[in-house]
């Protein structure tokens, strides 16, 4: 029953990005609901709990999010400096931190979380997520897509993953020794922002010319080593992550970064393009089984302890604290207002924050664990039907407008 339940929905994906299209629904609500309808008729399938299960949990989203950032900076067509990248770095620097702030002030004075169990969910919450935003992402490599709203919602699905981290450790720190200890956070501003952040940029950077050494150069050097398989890219994924995680750097931020380097030593070469279907169909697959399973916990009752401030709290997260969170950060850019306001609107969340929240209860309990889980579930799925029902529309309009414009021209 579960392999049967599984091919079918990643044979479904075959069909998911035609559907998209012409239902203009976002094929994450298909999937969670078909995942909700499939756990309730069928009662021998495993446990979709994710606290009773969290290594599982953890493993299977930390798989998914790691090669969705090595599909996310192959695409991106726009080669990397601080001016072109401008908008993606203040969206994951000002606007994270107002967010991440907000959350935690929300989460301690609304709902009575204790500081750590705030600080969690704040972090957990203030990465929008790479893996379910591919309706507001711009295209395959090569395909020249320069929409300011596509590029900058991609570039900081890429980026913010791996910079939610360090307030994940300070979650933990907060939980194990509380706010009282100093030296703690001596430690953990070295440690978890300065020497991890500096030490996955290093890897990304050194690994990925090194790889694109491997795999352009030295093909156009010589026809005797010529690298045509699309598997080298979730390879690459696995390896870039695994040597970034043993020297103790975040791994998701080595995985976007080596993408992003392989993507700028060679702008123009289809090879890219292999790389990232490849990716894009594994990640695919990955997605549907962790969709299915999320929409089983939902008729398991991983909403059970929802209350009203936890709704409230999860109405104004995703309507307010986004966007004027993203808004501000945007201050002073040459974007239009619209842009900016599609901009804001859509900072999806989605499998990244279940991520966190796994990884951290994995390293220390914490005292609101449930309530983390329901709050955090609550706003995917608020997110899911909020900006998976609007996002393909939105975005044909403003593509058929700029088309308009182009010919009013």
Known sequence: MILTILGLAAFGMAWMPLITKKLKISYSVIYVALGALTYTFIDTLPDPNP???????????????????????LKIDQRFSFKTWAIPLRLVSVTMLLSIAATVALAHFWLGFNIASAMLLGAALAPTDPVLASDV???????????????????????????????????????????????????????????????????????????????????????????????????????????????????????????????????????????????????????SIVLIAFGGSLVHGILMPLSWPMVALGVVFILAIRPISALVGMIGTKLKKKERLVIAFFGIRGIGSFYYLAFAAGQVQFKMEKELWTVVSFIVVLSLLIHGLTATATFEKMEKEAEKAIKGK
Request: net charge negative.
């Open 51 to 73: 606290t009773r299960e969290n290594l599982i949990t953890l493993r299977l989203t930390e798989l998914v999010v790691i090669i969705s950032l090595m599909g996310v900076g």
């Open 137 to 287: 992402q711009v295209g395959p490599p090569l395909e020249n897509d320069r929409s300011n709203v596509r590029f900058s919602l991609t570039a900081e699905g890429g980026l913010n993953d791996g910079m939610a981290f360090p307030f994940t450790w300070l979650a933990i720190i907060l939980a194990t020794t509380g706010i009282e200890s100093s030296m703690d956070m001596g430690s953990w501003f070295l440690r978890d922002v300065v020497y991890k952040l500096a030490a996955g940029v290093i890897c990304g950077i050194l690994l990925g010319r090194l790889l694109a050494y491997l795999v352009f150069t030295i093909p156009e050097k010589t026809n005797f080593i010529v690298i045509k398989d699309g598997f080298v890219a979730v390879a690459t994924t696995l390896m870039v992550y695994g040597i970034t995680e043993m020297v103790h750097g975040y791994g998701f931020i080595a995985v976007f970064v080596t993408a992003i380097t392989m993507r700028n030593q060679e702008l123009d070469h289809k090879y890219h393009k292999k790389l990232h279907d490849f990716t894009d169909q594994i990640e695919r697959i990955l997605v």
